[in-house]
């Protein structure tokens, strides 16, 4: 079975996620490469988006409206003692070195950048960014070389945004790895209650096909923009039905 037939499979039976148990790991791994990069497209897609927007709402307002500051030993200086807000084409840029502004409300609004005392902050297209300066940059920056810097990154988007989008997909890859071996790990709790004789290299497996449903669901509403209520519950919870559902379908003289 290909992998794109396995993925069909995966999303509504717990029969042959049950059957999956049996192939070789390579294949696995493979799949679980390959549900990821479905997972993150729509958060590669709007990280760009919130990238480039965000650039050029900064360098539109760099020269004239921004206050003069400098970011040296990864934190913001400026002259000013309160927080500085801008509006422009529907981007909201804030300046503050105050460590006045709270980032949970920033989540609230609608597309923003904003340089903070210790990190820049991006939302924009329903999605958030935050990159501490220190991550960025060891040397002291000012207005004027960051004026200088967004001429430079705007023509290297092209190079900038796949490197992103790769850094983006290796930490999915790396969470949705662990997710498994987690989820492996409470099947085997499941499979000594149900008296099923399955390894854990076999709930592996399975657990790697029955995290589709709840993956996708996730990467839909990503797309959509859409904020799920406790979604890590959600996603849990119906991952570790679908692995209940599949055990129960491997027969009680199974044990390879």
Do not use: C
């Not at 509504?12 to 192939?23: E, G, N, V, Y």
């Not at 904003?114 to 999605?127: C, D, M, R, S, T």
């Not at 209520?229 to 003289?253: D, M, R, T, Y």
């Amino acid at each position: 079975m290909n992998i794109f037939l396995q993925f069909y499979k995966s999303l509504f039976s717990p029969k042959d996620i049950a059957l999956f148990r049996h192939q070789g790991i390579g294949k696995t791994i493979l799949y679980v490469f390959f549900l990821t990069l479905l997972s993150v497209l729509p958060t590669v897609y709007y990280s760009g988006s919130a990238i480039i927007n965000g650039l050029n709402a900064i360098d539109k307002t760099i020269d004239s409206d921004l206050p003069d500051f400098e970011i040296t030993e990864g934190q913001l200086h400026t002259e000013k003692e309160a927080p500085v807000t801008l509006n422009k084409d529907n981007f909201t840029i804030i300046v503050d070195s105050t460590g006045a502004v709270d980032t949970t409300v920033l989540s609230e609004s609608g597309n923003t950048i904003a340089l903070l005392k210790n990190e820049v902050y991006i939302h924009a297209e329903g999605q958030e960014q935050t990159y501490p300066y220190t991550l960025l940059t060891s040397r002291t920056i000012t207005k004027d070389d960051l004026s200088d810097f967004l001429s430079s990154a705007e023509s290297l988007m092209p190079i900038i945004i796949p490197l992103i989008a790769v850094v983006i997909y290796i930490f999915a890859a790396g969470i949705r790895f662990i997710e498994i071996s987690l989820i492996a790990l409470a099947g085997l709790l499941l499979k000594n209650a149900l008296s099923k004789k399955l390894e854990y290299r076999h709930l592996w497996r399975m657990s790697a096909y029955s995290i589709t449903l709840p993956t996708i669901f996730f990467a839909v509403m990503s797309a959509l923009q859409t904020v799920v209520q406790n979604g890590a519950i959600i996603n849990w919870f119906v991952s570790l039905i679908i692995l209940l559902l599949s055990i129960k379908e491997v027969p009680f003289h199974s044990s390879k």
